[in-house]
Every structure is written in structure tokens, then in C-alpha cells.
């Protein structure tokens, strides 16, 4: 082989360790993004459900306190302090 042949071979193939190294570059950026953007909507997906938690735990607190409330007046009439219970409203 001559010398042109080999050195044109071995430029070529710098070539394409090059053009391979940045797509991997391309790659590791565009996998960033990604990782980004999905941890954003995940956050996003957190502050929602952490809201809908909240409600559901005064909703729940409502109805204990409503419970609480019923039951007292029914031991007060079941005492014959002439308390009449409230009715009870469904929830």
C-alpha cells in the first residue's frame, strides 16, 4: 500500500470518529432536555395531587367534625337532656 492510500484511510476515519463523537454529543443534550422536561411535568403532576390531597383532607375533616357534632347531640338526647339530634345530612 502506498503512503496517500493509508494516510487518506486513516483521515477518513478521523473523519468519522469525529462526526460519531458529536452525535453522541447531539444525543447526550437531547436525553438532557428530555430529563428536564420530564422533571418539570412531574413536578407539575406533584403540585397538583399534593392540592387534591389538601382538599380531600378538609373535606375529610368537615365530615369528622360534622360526625363529632351529631354524635353529641344524640348522647345529649339519649341522656334526656331533651336535645333533639340533628338530622343527618348525607355526604
Known sequence: MSKSLIGN????LKVEIGKTIALLGTLRDEFRVE???????????LR???RRAQKV???????VRASLRD???FRKAM???GARPQKVRPS
Not at 484511510?9 to 477518513?12: P, R
Not at 383532607?57 to 365530615?63: F, G, I, K
Open 9 to 12: 484511510t486513516a483521515e477518513e
Open 57 to 63: 383532607s378538609l373535606a375529610s375533616q368537615r365530615a
Open 79 to 81: 341522656r334526656g337532656n
Open 48 to 50: 397538583a395531587l399534593a
Open 35 to 45: 430529563i428536564h422536561l420530564g422533571r418539570v411535568e412531574a413536578e407539575k403532576r
Open 71 to 73: 354524635l353529641e347531640a
